[in-house]
């Protein structure tokens, strides 16, 4: 029996496309290739997630470490974000990010072409934000939020969307939860 597939994503009547909902890029519609299981933060959860963090990210240092459709990344980056490290795996994906970044002319945003776990495991550096929304039902949060847990700053964040409730690893606690259809998004704080 074959997964069925969720419906592509859908911005102003057209497919494959996500727009930016805040920020100095608010209403710019971001393009992304349709591969199996890249599914963008909707709209309403991610206007969420902004709410949560006080809108506006100024001088933040952020990883999206399965940047897909970049929704999340060009977010932060849109909102100030000195810094956005997007990574991403999918060829198809990261040539529609660069694409994105070059419209846009946003210069604080680096893509990587890498595995996220194999990137983090080689890096020392911390952030104040990292967002796990790995492909769904792919069972890549868990180890995903392991292995970032010791790259973010004391006091620092960690947005987690994924198919099952989220639970807080040690050193971190729940900040804030939701759901919406079969996704449920946590926002954890670094303790």
Known sequence: ???KQAA???AHGA???VRI???QYRRRLLDFPGTTGLRPTPDRVRETLFNWLGQ???GWSCIDLFAGSGALG???ASRG????????RERAAREALEKNRATLGAGTVEIVFADALAWLANRRETFDLAF????FDSGLAAPALAAVASRIRPGGQVYVEQGAAVEAPPGFIIHRSGRAGRSHFALLTKE
């Open 8 to 10: 592509p994503a859908r």
């Open 21 to 23: 909902i805040g920020g």
């Open 15 to 17: 497919a494959n496309r």
């Open 81 to 88: 974000a000195a810094r956005v490290v997007m990574i991403e």
């Open 56 to 58: 506006d990210l100024p």
């Open 132 to 135: 796990v929304d790995p492909p």
């Open 74 to 76: 060009f977010e932060a």
């Open 1 to 3: 029996m074959r997964a």
